[in-house]
């Protein structure tokens, strides 16, 4: 089973709207979240990347959020443009196994004119 | 940041045959990974690469299928050996630049066998 799992697996929004991303974990111990984001034929960029203490990281009109007693984490893309449509991978690292990542499956964004 | 060079970027490849792809870093790195990612999926670790030692493969990946080489702190290499058709997927390599920075990803290899 995965140890990330993220919702929706895709959506379409107008350009200029808002979103949210899902990403729930199972990962123990826990290190550090990361979003990414990978754009079609591209690797993946890297967003945010939170520790167990942090509770926001905001890049621009994105805003990830994470509570890590829940294990859940959001992202929210403010005033999305075009150039958003992507898909956006939640990455979770374990603790005491330096580099090692869990992926979750992505949620694929198009962001439709 | 660290830059990811990979190459090739995409092949077309006959059953059989066996393909090196290549990824240069343009700094020294430690911790090198090489990821597969099949279509609509995530990725998946197939194996670490830390210069002077062997590669450390992932449950399901082994050495003979997809050894790796580490000469040095800026290059590896991957290669795909005795290709089928489940084989076509993007290879991706990625970096760990250390400091509690995210792992950087080169661009992927787009590899599909015939």
């Known amino acids: 089973k995965n140890q990330v799992e993220q919702s929706p697996q895709s959506l379409i929004i107008l350009e200029g709207k808002n979103c949210t991303l899902q990403?729930?974990?199972?990962?123990?111990?826990?290190?550090?979240l990361r979003w990414y984001k990978q754009d079609t034929g591209r690797g993946p960029v890297s967003l945010t990347i939170m520790t167990f203490s942090e509770n926001t990281k905001s890049n621009g009109r994105y805003t990830a959020t994470l509570d890590a007693d829940t294990k859940q984490s959001s992202l929210h893309i403010t005033a999305s443009q075009l150039s958003d449509s992507a898909s956006y991978i939640c990455?979770?690292?374990?603790?005491?196994?330096?580099?090692?990542?869990?992926f979750g499956a992505g949620t694929q964004v198009v962001v439709t004119p | 940041s660290a830059v990811i060079s990979q190459k090739p970027s995409r092949d077309i490849c006959q059953r059989g045959t066996s393909l090196t792809i290549q990824c240069q870093v343009d700094?020294?790195?430690?911790?090198m990974f090489w990821y597969r990612q099949q279509p609509g999926q995530s990725l998946t670790l197939i194996a670490t690469a830390n210069q002077g030692s062997e590669a450390t493969y992932e449950s399901g990946f082994v050495i003979d299928k997809f050894p790796i080489s580490r000469p040095n702190l800026t290059f590896s290499t991957l290669t795909v050996s005795n290709m089928s058709p489940e084989d076509s997927s993007i290879y991706l390599c990625?970096?760990?630049?250390?400091?509690?920075?995210?792992?950087?990803f080169g661009d992927g290899t787009r590899l599909s066998i015939l």
């Open positions: 990455v979770v690292s374990e603790a005491d196994s330096w580099g090692k990542l869990q």
């Open positions: 990403c729930n974990y199972t990962v123990s111990p826990f290190s550090n």
């Open positions: 990625s970096v760990d630049p250390g400091l509690g920075q995210p792992q950087h």
């Open positions: 700094s020294q790195v430690t911790m």
